[in-house]
């Protein structure tokens, strides 16, 4: 039971460090990351962007069924973990324009949202 507890907090953690580095690491990263998936014929920029905006949807995703599942082991109202989730992808979003070389972006608040719906749906149907 404690080890979804702790499962959720190192991804939190974790999401919350991706999510405030510098425009300039962060770009940098997910360049990186593009170019050693990039393959014949795919242009690494538009992977770049893809991966980007794919990181959004995968950390909040994650993040959703980890604290989902974390509540339901306490016996506690998993929905509670779906509007904490949403509260959070916002105010990290908001929390941009204080990070060099980044900001905020409605956009990107619904992808983090997209992540916590997937997750939603996938511990409703199997947890």
Not at 98 to 126: A, K, P, Q
Request: aromatic fraction near 18%; glycine fraction near 6%.
């Amino acid at each position: 039971m404690h080890i979804y507890l702790i499962l959720t907090v190192i991804w939190f953690v974790f999401m919350t460090f991706l999510s405030h580095q510098n425009g300039e690491q962060t770009g940098k990263a997910s360049m990186e990351l593009a170019k050693k998936l990039c393959f014949a014929g795919i242009n690494v920029n538009r992977l770049n962007s893809y991966l980007r905006k794919a990181a959004h949807v995968f950390l909040f995703f994650v993040f959703n069924i980890l604290l989902v599942i974390t509540l339901k082991s306490y016996l506690l109202n998993p929905l509670y973990g779906v509007a904490a989730a949403v509260i959070w992808s916002w105010a990290d979003e908001r929390t941009k324009p204080f990070i060099e070389g980044r900001h905020f972006s409605w956009f990107d608040v619904g992808l983090n949202v997209c992540g916590v719906m997937l997750g939603w749906i996938i511990t409703f149907l199997f947890w």
